[in-house]
């Protein structure tokens, strides 16, 4: 079954600044399988953080359509863009982006106070989460300060998944790690995905990492060079 | 609930920064509650001075221009019988004005016209001019079984200039008084008195009648009617005035500028702490840009981060608040008195006590010095104003925590909750 979790339809971003404008984005067009993971590659400054950022609602695009999950995105103004992020949507950063003064627990438990989930409901799943990204139980009241890299990157891991999204979005989730933690983190979102029907997008500039995708997407200077699928081995063109 | 208590931690993000806020807020908030608390401290005592006073009716000989005023019309003395049987009554002073000769040995400046002789209803308290209360310090007071007999209460000045002393004799319009007792008051003017009982004061000075009566009335209700009652039953041949009409404007008048003082105080201190929340919150919100963008990316709404940020700021006021309370409970009273003494109006530094209990006060201008001795009756009488801490004042200042951090967060935190989380993120 080939249900289509994220359609993009030439979408175009520009940004305006200093009276220069922009185009990091230029009709890109391309389609995400629902429970595939995705990888994003491609050169530093080509559009892989805009578009990822588009996707998940936090910006608007300049024109071109954005379906998620049945969603109009395109369409959506900012209130129901956060209402949207809400329920369909987990981030994953580069720099962990943690919240410093909250327990792992607490910042996994974060997307589910905003659902308005009770507290007991919270710390459960929250629990459940942190396990399944692999820390140890007794780490979970630790603050994002007394964890290592590679621990942070895993609670940050759990917040994304916690509140059940359609998909989950990592921009460069490894870049801060060693090769060897890396690819356990990378095989955490692929097993998401598989276990967990959830979509996952990974952008890295890790070709090895790629590798590990269901397909890869090639970004250069804002247009689509290449779709890679891994199971096909073969390589179309879509620009 | 969740966006407050995250609010509530934050304030301890930065715990350095926290304190320093805080002790400045602390400081802003028990400035601002020593100005409020002086300023209702002295409107409660200007409300009891108006219970005291406000039942004073004062009758004189109409068209007499204050007591010290010398008139050829004088009131007859059987009015104080007349009077004392009126219904709401309390009690009648008669007062008798006279001078005696001046005086040889006086200072430069010290004038022996001053020196006034008082007939007062014996057993009475003494008050000068119907004003400042003055002190038996050795001797006695004038008693009831005085009534008739040359007996002298002397003012300590002229016990000293005319080595006086108890026992001895003064001399008053060439008759021989007895000094039974001897009255000490700062108030130069109110030491250069004596005191006799008003029925020889009417014989030896050849009056035949009174120079005022003051009558005290029951309560405040009383006044009106008594009042009515006197203009109805001596018509034109006397002025009634009750002092409760004129008292209010007086005292704030004379008060206005220790008010005006402790207002600007308390809107200052307001302002300050106000800039303080403002500018505090204003650095958090840049400092945690980041942060906003990543609670609105994992699912913040606006209302979310406008209700994290605004409760920071409202539990940073409100600690402030909190701990100025406690600076208050410490250093307020000892704060309170220094802004008094800076601000008081200007007065002698020794004053007659009690000012006020019973007497009317004497019209500015009505004599030489007449204003001065008002504001001194004034100042002496408001007093110095204690500051406690009360339960009303605490209150007050919990509210003013939270409408000041709300005031001052407002701004900030609707920055925060309008941030671009796209933008932000991407600053590194
Ligand atoms: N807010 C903005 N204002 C102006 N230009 C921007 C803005 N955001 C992105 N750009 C520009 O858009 C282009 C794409 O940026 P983007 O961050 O998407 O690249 P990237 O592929 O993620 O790069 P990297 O691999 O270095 O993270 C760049 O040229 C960037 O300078
Ligand atoms: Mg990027």
């Known amino acids: 079954m080939t249900d289509k979790v994220i359609t993009a339809d030439r979408l175009t971003k520009s940004f305006r600044f200093a009276g220069q404008t922009v185009q990091a984005l230029r009709e890109v067009s391309f389609h995400v399988d629902r429970g595939s993971l995705t990888a994003i590659v491609g050169p530093s400054g080509s559009g892989k953080t805009t578009l990822v950022n588009l996707i998940g609602g936090l910006d608007n695009p300049t024109s071109g359509e954005l379906w998620v999950d049945g969603v109009p995105v395109h369409e959506l103004p900012e209130s129901r863009l956060t209402d949207f992020r809400r329920r369909k949507v987990g ?40 396990a399944m990204a692999g820390l140890p139980a ?56 598989r276990d967990h029907g959830t979509t996952v997008v990974v952008v890295t500039h890790d070709h090895q990492l790629a590798r590990r995708a269901d397909r890869t997407l090639n970004i250069e200077d804002g247009k689509v060079r290449g779709v890679h699928e891994r199971r096909t081995e073969g390589s179309t063109d879509c620009g | 609930m969740r966006n407050l208590y995250r609010g509530l931690r934050n304030v301890w993000r930065n715990r350095s920064r926290t304190v320093i806020v805080l002790g400045i807020l602390s400081l802003a908030a028990c400035l601002g509650l020593v100005m409020l608390a002086v300023e209702e401290g002295i409107g409660s005592q200007v409300r009891r001075l108006e219970q005291q006073v406000g039942t004073i009716i004062e009758v004189r000989p109409a068209g007499a221009y204050g007591m010290m005023a010398v008139t050829d019309t004088l009131l007859p003395p059987s009015m104080v019988e007349e009077i004392a049987a009126m219904d709401g009554v309390a009690q009648v002073s008669p007062y008798v004005v006279g001078r005696m000769s001046p005086l040889t040995g006086l200072r430069p400046g010290e004038r022996g016209g001053r020196r006034l002789v008082f007939g007062v209803a014996p057993g009475g308290e003494l008050t000068v001019m119907g004003g400042g209360q003055v002190e038996v310090t050795a001797g006695r007071n004038l008693e009831p079984e005085d009534a008739g007999r040359a007996v002298a209460v002397i003012g300590s000045r002229i016990a000293e200039l005319e080595e006086l002393d108890l026992g001895d004799e003064i001399l008053i319009e060439n008759r021989p008084f007895s000094v039974v007792g001897i009255h000490e008051s700062g108030l130069r003017l109110a030491a250069m008195t004596v005191f006799i009982p008003y029925d020889v004061a009417l014989d030896v000075f050849g009056l035949d009648g009174l120079s005022q009566i003051y009558v005290r009335a029951d309560s405040i209700g009383y006044v009106d009617p008594l009042r009515e009652a006197l203009i109805a039953r001596y018509g034109d041949t006397v002025d009634v005035i009750a002092q409760k009409d004129n008292l209010m404007a007086r005292l704030e008048d004379s008060l206005a500028s220790l008010t005006s003082a402790s207002r600007l105080g308390l809107v200052l201190s307001l302002l300050a702490a106000g800039v303080v929340v403002f500018g505090t919150m204003f650095l958090v919100v840049r400092e945690r840009a980041r942060e906003i963008g990543i609670l609105k990316a994992i699912g913040a709404g606006r209302r979310d981060i406008l209700l994290q940020f ?102 900030p935190s609707l920055m925060a909750a309008r941030l671009k989380p796209a933008e932000v993120i991407r600053r590194d």
């Open chain 1, 91 to 130: 981030f994953v950063f580069q720099f962990y982006n943690l919240i410093p003064n909250l327990s792992a627990i607490e910042n996994v438990a974060l997307p589910l106070e905003f659902q308005g989930v009770p507290r007991t409901r919270r710390e459960e799943r929250a629990a459940e989460c942190l």
């Open chain 2, 310 to 411: 605004g409760s920071e700021a409202v539990f940073l006021s409100l600690l402030g608040a909190i701990v100025g309370l406690g600076l208050f409970a410490v250093m307020g009273p000892a704060l309170a008195s220094t802004v008094q003494q800076v601000t008081a109006v200007q007065a002698p530094t020794a004053l007659p006590r009690g000012i006020g209990e019973f007497g009317a006060l004497p019209r500015p201008g009505a004599v030489p010095g007449g204003t001065q001795i008002f504001r001194a009756g004034m100042a002496m009488a408001i007093g110095t104003v204690e500051v406690t801490l009360t339960w009303a004042l605490a209150a007050r200042a919990i509210l003013g925590g939270v409408a000041l951090g709300l005031a001052g967060g407002l701004f």
């Open chain 1, 138 to 193: 007794e780490r979970y009241r630790h603050p994002p300060g007394r964890l290592s890299g590679g621990e942070q990157q895993r609670v940050a891991v759990a917040r994304a998944l916690v509140h059940g999204p359609a998909i989950v979005l990592a921009d460069e989730p490894t870049g801060n790690l060693d090769s060897a933690m890396s690819a356990t983190i990378m095989d955490l979102l692929r097993a998401l995905a």
